[in-house]
């Protein structure tokens, strides 16, 4: 596996990572060079080049606009293997494939909460809180990426005893008394998490 992967531009939003030794073909990142900054900060291109190592792939190894550091993969990574030669990964990749509504409010580390469409021009700069369910505690954590996407799926609307309501597509997961759970696979009266410090509006 590669330690340094130098990255060589294409054109405006493609970048090649050349083969080097033992790699059996070329990485390809889709990406504009301020998105690439951040690629490269948590060295997810490094995984891009490492998968180009795995025996019977096919063509180069890809990897999408919202790429981030994955388990084996980078989350955003694609690549196709040979049925014969190839290799069959189930960990290879992560499982955050999934979307909130635009109007979803969400807690900054500040203590106010903003849309999630209002993140657009500003994520960079904001950290948010998000629940650590191996710890059982709210953590501070950066944004690493901004996706604006149109649903390629089925869109549901979750409503709670308590007054919650989160629209979300189908693969969203929610946290459940048997684990995470797709919102797809929630039924009605099943009991899910929520967070209810609500912060205060920004201003």
Same mark, same amino acid.
């Given at each position: 596996?590669?330690?340094?992967?130098?990255?060589?531009?294409? *054109?405006?939003?493609?970048?090649? &990572?050349? @083969?080097?030794?033992?790699?059996?073909?070329?990485?390809? %990142?889709?990406?504009?060079?301020?998105?690439?900054?951040? %690629? $490269?900060?948590? @060295?997810?291109?490094?995984?891009?080049?490492?998968? !180009?190592?795995?025996?019977?792939?096919?063509?180069?190894?890809?990897?999408?606009?919202? =790429?981030?550091?994955?388990?084996?993969? !980078?989350?955003?990574?694609?690549?196709?293997?040979?049925?014969?030669?190839?290799?069959?990964?189930?960990?290879?990749?992560?499982?955050? &494939?999934? $979307?909130?509504?635009?109007?979803?409010? =969400?807690?900054? *580390?500040?203590?106010?909460?903003?849309? %999630?469409? *209002?993140?657009? #021009? &500003?994520?960079?700069? #904001? #950290?948010?809180? $998000?629940?650590?369910?191996?710890?059982?505690?709210?953590?501070?954590?950066?944004?690493?990426?901004?996706?604006?996407? #149109?649903?390629?799926?089925?869109?549901?609307?979750?409503?709670?005893?308590?007054?919650?309501?989160?629209?979300?597509?189908?693969?969203?997961?929610?946290?459940?008394?048997?684990?995470?759970?797709?919102?797809?696979?929630?039924?009605?009266?099943?009991?899910?998490?929520?967070?209810?410090?609500?912060?205060?509006?920004?201003?």
């Amino acid at each position: 596996m590669v330690e340094q992967s130098p990255l060589k531009k294409l *054109d405006e939003w493609r970048w090649i &990572i050349p @083969k080097q030794a033992g790699m059996h073909t070329e990485g390809m %990142i889709f990406a504009s060079e301020k998105m690439l900054k951040h %690629i $490269c900060e948590d @060295k997810a291109h490094q995984q891009v080049a490492n998968v !180009a190592y795995l025996p019977g792939i096919v063509g180069r190894s890809l990897a999408m606009p919202d =790429i981030h550091w994955g388990y084996g993969f !980078a989350i955003g990574g694609v690549a196709a293997f040979d049925i014969s030669k190839g290799v069959i990964s189930p960990g290879g990749v992560g499982y955050d &494939i999934n $979307c909130l509504s635009g109007d979803t409010l =969400i807690l900054t *580390d500040l203590g106010y909460t903003l849309k %999630i469409k *209002d993140f657009e #021009k &500003i994520w960079e700069n #904001k #950290k948010i809180v $998000c629940f650590d369910f191996n710890k059982d505690i709210p953590t501070q954590t950066k944004i690493q990426r901004f996706i604006k996407l #149109k649903p390629q799926n089925n869109v549901y609307e979750v409503k709670t005893e308590s007054g919650l309501k989160i629209v979300a597509t189908e693969d969203h997961p929610f946290w459940t008394l048997d684990g995470m759970k797709p919102i797809k696979q929630l039924k009605i009266g099943q009991e899910i998490a929520g967070y209810f410090f609500k912060g205060v509006p920004y201003e």
